[in-house]
């Protein structure tokens, strides 16, 4: 036990949590001005909720006792078993409810980054509901599967340091399906949806890059070489990734934006966080900048291909981004960097943990696209059908129709 460790730990866990209120501000600024109270508060209900989850059955569901190694069991009921003075089976140096805060700060952010491709539409009562089914069916199998004992990801050799599966592919692909099904905004083909608060969305993006630190840094569970080199490796993606996007709005628009640079920093910083522990320094910047180049023509060019409303991006940065993070995980990944690797990366000459990565991705893509179809199903049969909001509803504005408030009255009726 390491007072240090335990310190470095607790500290993660609140810059963690505080990325929640960051991405309500993010998602805020980024929609329109009639539903920024819906936007912000679909991020921040979720932290109330999934402290509930977490603390009474979703731990143990996601690092409990291993079944066919999709599940844990419930063996930390209502943290039942969960020390704060030993440490537990995860981590030898910080108390076992450490770890368990810790993680839970994941499985609160990891949801809310599905809110954002529905913005605009979705009944809150819908969205309460998703959320709180899609835990059991989707996050707390795939957080099993990559960081639970025996999960059958693990097994595979596949590695995800700080949440590359577990939250932004799992989050993103579900974010597709889910504004898919939900269908398009009104308007969507002849309005022009443009951000309505740009000082909020870099608050946003701002507060998501100092908490991101903690989120990557702190999945080392020690203070040591490890979260310092996570550390690292997080600040050179989240740069280059943001130089990358002011690259593409110059080349394609001549200017280079705000939105476009911070939408740049939170997408470095999701390419790296499944690799941020495993691959050397300068993979980081290349890891970084083509995330952001890839995800630049995702969310500008085969999102209008396509056709389908995706409001705020999540598939396109979070979805994948992911996917391209877990993939160059396998490219770059060193025993150098961190020695409890299975195999180097591809570009060492071995294919293992290349395979292992791509495999891994397939089974949470497979797992988010069926659990997202079956937590719909639910949803509609519990709300008498319907998910969505009624035409009115939507032109009035989610804030005024399902809260009741508005976040700006000296602009009444500017939004007609």
């Not at 960081?147 to 692909?173: C, E, P, R, T, Y």
């Not at 740069?239 to 001549?254: H, N, P, Q």
């Not at 997408?267 to 966080?273: P, Q």
Request: proline share 3%; charged share 10%; hydrophobic share 55%.
């Amino acid at each position: 036990m390491s007072g240090a460790d335990t310190a470095f730990v607790l500290i993660c866990s609140a810059f963690v949590l505080f990325m929640t209120p960051g991405l309500a501000f993010f998602y805020g600024g980024l929609g329109r001005r009639k539903n920024v109270v819906n936007n912000i508060l679909a991020s921040l209900f979720i932290v109330g909720l999934e402290i509930v989850l977490w603390m009474t059955v979703g731990f143990s569901l996601s690092f409990g006792s291993d079944h066919a190694g999709v599940i844990g069991g419930f063996d930390y009921l209502f943290m039942s078993g969960v020390s704060s003075t030993e440490a537990g089976p995860y981590a030898s140096s910080i108390p076992f409810l450490a770890y368990a805060l810790f993680q839970m700060m994941f499985a609160i952010i990891t949801p809310a980054l599905i809110t954002g491709a529905v913005a605009g539409r979705m009944r809150f009562k819908a969205l309460f509901l998703f959320v709180l089914v899609w835990s059991f069916v989707v996050y707390y199998p795939i957080a099993h599967m990559v960081w639970g004992q025996d999960g059958l990801l693990a097994a595979l050799g596949s590695v995800d340091f700080a949440g590359g599966n577990v939250v932004h592919i799992s989050s993103g692909v579900s974010a597709l399906v889910l504004c898919v099904v939900l269908g398009r905004r009104s308007g969507f083909s002849d309005v022009n949806y443009r951000v309505h608060n740009i000082p909020l969305v870099a608050i946003g993006a701002t507060i998501l890059l100092f908490g991101w630190f903690g989120f990557n840094a702190g999945s080392a569970l020690a203070a040591d070489g490890l979260a310092v080199h996570a550390f690292a490796t997080t600040a050179l993606s989240a740069a280059a990734a943001e130089l990358g996007w002011m690259l593409m709005d110059v080349i394609f628009d001549r200017k280079p934006t705000l939105v476009g640079a911070c939408t740049g920093l939170v997408i470095g910083l999701v390419a790296i966080t499944p690799g941020c522990g495993f691959v050397p320094l300068g993979a980081a910047i290349l890891i970084g900048f083509v995330g952001s180049v890839i995800c630049y023509f995702t969310c500008s060019k085969m999102k209008a291909r396509f056709g389908y409303d995706d409001a705020l991006d999540a598939f396109g940065c979070h979805g994948i981004g992911g996917v391209w993070g877990g993939i160059a995980t396998g490219i770059f990944a060193s025993k150098a960097v961190n020695p409890n690797l299975r195999w180097d990366g591809l570009i060492y000459g071995d294919a293992g943990l290349f395979l292992a990565q791509l495999a891994a991705i397939v089974v949470t893509i497979v797992l988010a696209v069926v659990g997202t179809l079956v937590c719909i199903l639910v949803v509609r049969a519990l709300c008498g059908g319907s998910i969505r909001v009624s035409e009115r509803e939507e032109r009035e504005g989610l804030d005024l129709s399902q809260h009741g408030e508005r976040a700006y009255p000296s602009f009444t009726g500017l939004d007609d």
